[in-house]
C-alpha cells in the first residue's frame, strides 16, 4: 500500500482555514492508521502516539530522533541541551523563561543559576513538553524534547549564571561542565540606556547565521533583548498556512541550534508569521510554538502566548501582535480570535500609555502596514491595527514579512505627517509613528519596483506604485509617498533608547556586513 504521507493538495488547502486543514489532517490520518493497523506494529506506534492534545502526533514506521545526532554529548556522556532559548516573563524586572531542547528523553530536567558560576544554587524544576509530528510527505516522523522552565523573584539588573541539568547530568558537579553554562541579566528597576534589536524572516543558512552574528556583535555589547518579527524558521515551507507537503519539523532542531550562541544569553521575543502556522499540531496553528517557546502569559489568548503579549523594559512597552489574526494576503487564520485581540491591544494600548515611566510604545508583528516591497501593504493589517496605533500614539511598528529593509516617514491615518530623511527626527507624539520593515533576516531577499535609497545611496521617488490587499484578496493600487528608505539587502534594526528628561529613541539599521544603511531620532512632547 501507497502511504507516502498525507498533506492536503494545495488547490483544496487555499480554500480551507488553519482550523479545517488542522480537522482534514487529523482525520486523514485516523483513517490511515486504522488500515495501517492491521498491519500490526506500525499501528500500534501509531495510535500510542495519537492520544488527546493538541500538541501532540504519532508517526508511521521509524521515528526520527534527528536532534541526537547534532548534539555533543555532556561530559558524563549523558543527553546533552541544546537549542537554549531565554525569554522575558511579564516583569523582565525579575522573570526570565529558559527553554532548551534535548535529543532524548530524560529524568527531571532541572535549572541551576546564581549569580556566581561557583555557586549555581538549588535545581529549578523544568516542565517537559513533547512533541510528536507523524511520517508525512516522505519525512519520517519526528519526536521532539522541548522543555521550559520559569526563574521567577530574580532581582532587578543582575546578571545571572544558568546550567542546564536532569538527572544523569549536573551543570554545578560534573566534571568540565562550566563550557555548559550561559548567562542573562534582568531589566533594571528604573529607566536607563538600552539597546534591543529586531529582524524577520530569519531562517536558515549563511545570510541568517551573518546577520544574527552581527546583531550579538554591536559597539557596546550584545543587545538587552531580541524582537523576531514572524517567519522564523521555515520549517513550514508554503507561506500560506497550508500543510501541503512541505513541512519539515526537523528544521527546528537546526534552527534553534543556530540562534542557541545568542539566544541562550539574549532574550529571544518572537512575533507569528504565515510560515508561523502549523496545521497538524492544533486548530489554531499554534501548537508546536506553545511547545517551543515560552513567553508573557497577558495576551488576548486565553491559552497564553504566542499570538499576543506585551512586556516593559525601562521606559520602552512592546507589544507583540499576531497579524495572521486580520490578515487580508493570507487568510488561513483570518479572525481567528474573533475580535479579541483587537480588543485586547485597544485597551492594553491605553494601559501602558498611562503607565508611570513608560515614554515609548513600540508594537511588532509580521505582516505589513505600510511596504512597497513583494507582499506590499495588508489591508487587514491598516484596517485592524493602525486605527489603535494612532489612538494610543504608538510611536514605532516593526514588520517583517517583506524580505527587504523599509522605513516610512511620520504616518497617522495613513497619511505622511512629516517626512523624516536619514539622520532626522520627529515627534511621534505631534506628527504620528513611524513603519518599518526590518525582513531582511537572512531568507531569500525581495526587490522594490523603486530603485533603493538609503543612507550613502540617495535616490528619492515622490512617489512609488504599489498596492494594498484587500478583503476580497484583490491588490488596491496605489502611488505612495511615504516610502523614505528602501534597501535590498540582509540587515536588521538597532534601537538605543535613552531616557531622561528628553527621552529620545535613536533607531538605526545595519547591512550584515555592519555598514549603517539608516539612523533617524524619535522623540515626544518636543
Known amino acids: 500500500m501507497d502511504t507516502p504521507g498525507f498533506g492536503i493538495p494545495e488547490q483544496l488547502a487555499r480554500s ?41 502526533g504519532g508517526g508511521a514506521g521509524r521515528t526520527d530522533h534527528s536532534s541526537a545526532d547534532m548534539v555533543s554529548p555532556a561530559p558524563t556522556g549523558a543527553p546533552a541541551a541544546f537549542g ?11 522573570q526570565m523563561r529558559v527553554g532548551w531542547q534535548l535529543p532524548l528523553p530524560v529524568r527531571r ?6 549569580t556566581d558560576r561557583g555557586d549555581l544554587g538549588e535545581p529549578v524544576e523544568a516542565e517537559i513538553r513533547p512533541l510528536k509530528t507523524p511520517a508525512m510527505n516522505g519525512l519520517p516522523a519526528v519526536e521532539q524534547h522541548y522543555v521550559h522552565a520559569a526563574l521567577d523573584g530574580l532581582e532587578p539588573g543582575t546578571a545571572y549564571v544558568y546550567g542546564l541539568g536532569h538527572d544523569e547530568f549536573d551543570p554545578a558537579a560534573s566534571p568540565g561542565a562550566a563550557e555548559h553554562l550561559a548567562g542573562f541579566r534582568t531589566a533594571p528597576a528604573r529607566p536607563e540606556r538600552f539597546v534591543f534589536t529586531a529582524f524577520g524572516d530569519q531562517g536558515l543558512g549563511r545570510a541568517a547565521r551573518a546577520v544574527t552574528r552581527r546583531m550579538a556583535a554591536l559597539p557596546g555589547g550584545p543587545p538587552a533583548f531580541h524582537l523576531h518579527a514572524g517567519d522564523i524558521c521555515y520549517a513550514e515551507d508554503s507561506g500560506h498556512g497550508l500543510e501541503t507537503g512541505r ?3 526537523r528544521v527546528w532542531d537546526r534552527f534553534l541550534r543556530q540562534i542557541d550562541p545568542v539566544s541562550s544569553r539574549v532574550p529571544w521575543m518572537p512575533a507569528m ?3 508561523d502556522m502549523e496545521a497538524w ?7 508546536g510554538q506553545r511547545a517551543r517557546w515560552t513567553l508573557p502569559d497577558n495576551g488576548a489568548d486565553p491559552r497564553g502566548a504566542p499570538s499576543s503579549y506585551s512586556f516593559v523594559y525601562g521606559n520602552v512597552a512592546v507589544v507583540a501582535l499576531d497579524a495572521n489574526d486580520v490578515s487580508y494576503e493570507i487568510p488561513a487564520n483570518l479572525g481567528f480570535t474573533d475580535g479579541a485581540q483587537v480588543r485586547w491591544l485597544d485597551r492594553r494600548l491605553g494601559e501602558l500609555r498611562k503607565e508611570p515611566g513608560v515614554d ?9 502596514a505600510y511596504s512597497t516591497s513583494t507582499h506590499a501593504s495588508d489591508g487587514g493589517v491598516r484596517e485592524h491595527f493602525t486605527p489603535l496605533f494612532d489612538k494610543h500614539r504608538v510611536d514605532l511598528v516593526v514588520n517583517g514579512h517583506n524580505h527587504v529593509y523599509e522605513r516610512t516617514d511620520a504616518l497617522r491615518a495613513g497619511a505622511l505627517t512629516r517626512p523624516l530623511p536619514v539622520g532626522g527626527s520627529v515627534d511621534t507624539e505631534r506628527h504620528g509613528a513611524v513603519y518599518v520593515t526590518a525582513g531582511g533576516g537572512g531568507r531569500k531577499l525581495y526587490d522594490f519596483t523603486a530603485p533603493d535609497t538609503h543612507e550613502g545611496r540617495r ?22 509617498e511615504w516610502s523614505r528608505v528602501r534597501y535590498t539587502g540582509y540587515s536588521f534594526l538597532a534601537v538605543e533608547s535613552r531616557p531622561g528628561a528628553s527621552p529620545a529613541l535613536r533607531v538605526a539599521a545595519y547591512a550584515d556586513d555592519g555598514t549603517r544603511i539608516d539612523h533617524f531620532e524619535l522623540v515626544r512632547g518636543r
Open 109 to 114: 530536567p532541572y535549572v541551576r543559576f546564581g
Open 360 to 368: 515609548f510604545v513600540v508594537v511588532f508583528f509580521h505582516h505589513c
Open 247 to 249: 513541512y519539515d519539523a
Open 281 to 287: 499540531y492544533s486548530p489554531d496553528g499554534y501548537g
Open 84 to 94: 537554549r532559548h531565554l525569554a522575558f516573563g511579564a516583569d523582565p524586572r525579575t
Open 16 to 56: 480551507m482555514s488553519m482550523a479545517e486543514q488542522h480537522e482534514y489532517l487529523r482525520r486523514r490520518h485516523s483513517r490511515r492508521r486504522v488500515v495501517t493497523g492491521a498491519g500490526g506494529l506500525a499501528g500500534g506506534l501509531l495510535l500510542a502516539g495519537c492520544g488527546g492534545g493538541g500538541d501532540g
Open 459 to 480: 535616490r528619492d521617488r515622490d512617489v512609488v506604485e504599489t498596492f494594498a490587499w484587500t478583503r476580497s484578496g484583490e491588490k488596491a493600487l496605489e502611488g505612495v
Open 273 to 275: 508569521g504565515n510560515h
